[in-house]
Every structure is written in structure tokens, then in C-alpha cells.
């Protein structure tokens, strides 16, 4: 969609400026031993007190069997998007955890995604986190008016590619804002000066998902996992973001907390408040 009035732009960053805050406490909980549903509860909890409604939890698509169970998707190492929660399914120490969470907001929609390292993470995972959360930055910094779909995927396949790893090839970003996934589709790979040309306005769901080994990807048994078939990990960095003329707003994204950063200290991977 495309923002038509300074309403729908003001209804828009309250909406992600909530959802970030939400995705961020339920991050705080995600330490050894969490237990993944008990997670998606919490995240569930806190989008019906802000005001909004999960806009994952009973989502269908055409191929899908069954609507998706959960309000928050937690996809573990070789999962690269949409992990179903349970109460079986438990955070190990050295796990990489990818967090996607959308809401409802007013008839609006937006959605993110963070992924994290609990407790102690080796060398190679220490890398691919910044690598995947600056491949969302690169992102965002060609989604404005004036370039094309293709610009945005030429620039993170060439990151990406440059430091070792691979971008997933089967899954892409989309638009969004009155429905959870809208056209158009936005792959993190392609040619510059390819595809749709943005305008002022746009609600972009832009979401690098950067693999370790290759790009190849598999859906479960369950139907909505997709995961890398050499059971290599994967990284997933969304935001929603709103394109402009010279400048993106991302407008999920925690900087809009305060100054929420990401750093690499003693082989653990951190996120902390600069207060």
C-alpha cells in the first residue's frame, strides 16, 4: 500500500514503534532454558494489552494446509523463517534464534524480525548476526523513492556475498500495511535498475534472511518452517519501513526505542540499552 494522509503515517509509527517495544521485552526472556511457547504466550499477552491483534496467529496461505498456530514465529539455527513455538521446543545455550512477530493496529499492519545468539556462540555465528542485521540497514538505505526493487536486492546479495555468506534465494520480503503480506514481493538478490520502481509512501516489509552454508531451503513436514537443507544456520532481520524521498523510515526498528544496539562482547552477542 501506499500512505495517502498523515493519519495513516502517524497510525502507522505508533503501530511499529508498539510492536518494537513488544519484540523487544519478549527478547529479554530469551535466555537458556526459555521455553519457545511460553514466549509466544508473552508476545501474544503484550500485542492484545498495547491495543493490536496478532496478525500471524490463524494466518492461512493458498499452499498451507493449516492456519499458522502461533502469534510469534521462533525459528532455531537451520530454521530460516517460521518456526512454530511449543512447549518442547527450549532454548539451548549456542543456539541462534530468529524472532518474526506482526500485528494489527488499527486496520494497519506491520511486521519484524530479530535474530539473537543465547548464551556463548562460536566464532562463525558472532559474524553472521552483524552481517545479517547490516544487510537490513543496506536495505532500508535503497528503499527510497526513485530506485528499484532490483537496487535493494543488488546491494544486499553483494554484502552478503562478500562476507562468506549466502541470501536465501526461495524467500522475500513484501508490502505491507492493510494486509499481512501485499505485492510486491522483494527478493534479497537481483540486478540493479530491475523491477518495480519505489515511490514516496510505500509500506515495505524488508527482510534479509542470510544463510551460512548455501542458500538452498526446504519446507517441513509441518508446512510453514522452511529450513536450509545443508542444516546449516540462517539469520532473519526484518523491518517495516515507509519509503521516502531521500531517507527510509524504518519504522520498527529499535533505534526508535533508545538507541537500542547490537554488539559482539566475549563471544556472546548482546543487546543492550544505551541509556
Known sequence: MIIETEQEFQI???????????????????KPGAITLELDEYAEKLILESGGRPSFKGYKTAAAKNPFPASLCVS???????????????????????????MEYKSFYVDMARTIGIGKIDKTAAKLLPVGEHALQIAASKAIRGNYLGDIGAAVQRYVESNGFNVCRKLVGHG??????????????????????????????????????????????NGWTWKTKDGSRAVHFEDTVIVGEKITERITNFDKLNNF???????????????
Do not use: C, Q, W
Open 76 to 102: 532455531i539455527n537451520n530454521e530460516v523463517v517460521h518456526g512454530i513455538p511449543s512447549k518442547n521446543r527450549i532454548l539451548r545455550e549456542g543456539d541462534l534464534v530468529s524472532f518474526d512477530l506482526g
Open 261 to 275: 544496539r547490537i554488539m559482539n562482547h566475549e563471544s556472546r552477542i548482546y543487546f543492550f540499552l544505551n541509556l
Open 176 to 221: 505491507v500495511g492493510r494486509a499481512v503480506h501485499e505485492e510486491p514481493e522483494i527478493p534479497n538478490f537481483g540486478k540493479p535498475k530491475t523491477g518495480l520502481k519505489l515511490e514516496n509512501g510505500m509500506i515495505l516489509a524488508l527482510e534479509p534472511m542470510v544463510i551460512e552454508g548455501e542458500f538452498d531451503v526446504a519446507l517441513d513436514k
Open 12 to 30: 502507522l509509527k505508533e503501530a511499529g514503534g508498539r510492536l518494537a517495544s513488544i519484540l523487544f521485552k519478549v527478547m529479554e526472556k530469551a
